[in-house]
Nanobody, 118 residues
C-alpha cells in the first residue's frame, strides 16, 4: 500500500504563491507516477500536473507556466509550486500515486484546500 498526506494549502490573494507538499509512505519503491488533481465546488476532479518516476512532467493547459511539479526522492515527497494564482485556481487539491505492477493501483491523499481571493 501507498499512503499520501498533503499539506500547504491555504488562503492567498490573487497573484500570490503557495507550495503544496505530498508525503508518501509505504510501498514507495513501487510508485510509477504521481500527480496533483483538483476539484472545485460543483465541478469534476481534474488533472493539474503529473510526474513520472523518471521525472517526465505533464501539465494542464490552465496551469502551464504558472505551476511546477517536482519530486524529492530522498524525502519521498512531491511538491506543487503554484505561482500567479488566480481565483479560478480555488479548489481542493489532491495528491495521487500510481503504484504496483504496471502502476495499476492508485492511492489518494485526503486533500488540501486552496482558496484564492481577488
Amino acid at each position: 500500500q501507498v499512503q499520501l498526506v498533503e499539506s500547504g494549502g491555504g488562503l492567498v490573494q490573487a497573484g500570490g504563491s503557495l507550495r503544496l507538499s505530498c508525503a508518501a509512505s509505504g510501498s514507495i519503491g513501487s510508485i510509477k507516477a504521481m500527480g496533483w488533481y483538483r476539484q472545485a465546488p460543483g465541478k469534476q476532479r481534474e488533472l493539474v500536473a503529473t510526474i513520472t518516476s523518471g521525472g517526465t512532467t505533464n501539465y494542464a493547459d490552465s496551469v502551464k507556466g504558472r505551476f511546477a511539479i517536482s519530486r524529492d526522492n530522498a524525502e519521498n515527497t512531491m511538491y506543487l509550486q503554484m505561482n500567479s494564482l488566480r481565483p479560478e485556481d480555488t479548489a481542493v487539491y489532491y495528491c495521487n500515486a500510481q503504484w504496483g505492477l504496471y502502476g495499476r493501483r492508485s492511492s489518494w491523499g485526503q486533500g488540501t484546500q486552496v482558496t484564492v481571493f481577488s
